[in-house]
């Protein structure tokens, strides 16, 4: 939260500005307040992760520090040199962190040349693995890499410690889609309408096909036998004369079970209907650990769903 709106108005707007970080712990089973606190920083870059076991992660301009449940700083550590919290998208639990939220990639562009890699154990804060390559990284789990290679930017794969090597689903695109692992050795892709769950090997486990006016969006893995899916429908007018178009909407979201190949829950959630609004935002979701808790923010509430358990 900024601290001064009026003088931050008059500023530009890559401009750091003072502000304080808030945090709010809540226990996820009963809502109850566990905690709350809040630190001085500038306004940019200020990225916060919730790890395992209660910890959590904040990093500012190029500073690691990893604290407690209760708010105690257990270890601080500068990031790897020409990286800063800016040059990467992990706080969203985006495709640069882990399942496990055990490592977390930094990735900055300098001069738009290379991409400078860096590998970092959140549970240590130090980096696992440094190196560079001239095309982005789509999505990393503890041991392995993918990323749209070559000229044709087709999809490909290896071990961290290993080269790349072609990845192909048989009837499925491999240029252009989204790709995000669920556990160590098992990632979505996504093309619009389609998705496909499959292991490093290419042994495609199972996949889903929505209508034409349906789409996939944000894939949010609990870091073991589960996963959750954002399912978009079309919505709004089209009048091409006001330049006005269909837009995707959040829908439902879909919890999927690896070992059951099938979704096994689902809830609606209510998206943006019928004007598409000038800040588009998405509902953010989170699953506990275990896979048996989900969290969805919607119109500002916050909303926790109990998931079945085993197979059922």
């Not at 700083?73 to 399942?99: A, D, F």
């Not at 990639?105 to 001069?111: G, T």
């Not at 609606?268 to 969290?295: C, E, H």
Request: aromatic share 8%; charged share 20%; proline share 7%.
């Amino acid at each position: 939260i900024l601290d001064d709106l009026a003088d931050a108005r008059k500023a530009s707007f890559l401009t750091p500005k003072p502000a304080h970080l808030h945090v709010l712990v809540l226990d996820a089973k009963t809502g109850g307040k566990q905690g709350l606190q809040e630190w001085s920083t500038p306004s940019s870059p200020v990225r916060f992760l919730g790890i395992r076991d209660g910890k959590f992660l904040i990093c500012t301009g190029t500073v690691f520090r990893l604290f407690s449940p209760s708010f105690l700083m257990i270890r601080e550590q500068n990031l790897p040199s020409g990286h800063t919290c800016l040059s990467n998208s992990w706080w969203s639990k985006g495709p640069e962190v882990s399942p496990s939220s055990r490592s977390v990639l930094l990735s900055s562009h300098p001069l738009g040349l290379t991409y400078k890699n860096a590998i970092v154990d959140t549970r240590i804060l130090t980096p696992v693995a440094t190196w560079v390559e001239d095309f982005p990284i789509g999505g990393i789990s503890d041991h392995w890499l993918v990323a749209h290679c070559g000229q044709q930017r087709e999809m490909s794969i290896r071990g961290i410690d290993k080269s790349w090597r072609p990845f192909q689903l048989s009837e499925m695109p491999m240029r252009n889609v989204g790709m995000l692992f669920v556990s160590d050795r098992t990632l979505v892709i996504e093309a619009r309408n389609k998705m496909a769950v499959a292991t490093v090997d290419a042994e495609e486990l199972f996949r889903m096909e929505l209508p034409n006016n349906r789409s996939f969006g944000e894939v949010v893995p609990s870091g073991d036998d589960r996963f959750a899916v954002m399912e978009n429908r079309l919505r709004g007018l089209r009048n091409e004369f006001l330049d006005m178009y269909p837009f995707d909407s959040n829908d439902r979201v879909v919890v999927f079970s690896i070992a059951d190949r099938r979704a096994i829950y689902a809830v609606r959630v209510k998206g943006m209907s019928p004007w598409r609004p000038q800040n588009v935002t998405t509902d953010p979701l989170a699953l506990s650990p275990d896979g048996i808790l989900l969290a969805v923010i919607a119109d500002g509430i916050l909303k926790v769903y109990w998931l079945p358990s085993g197979n059922s």
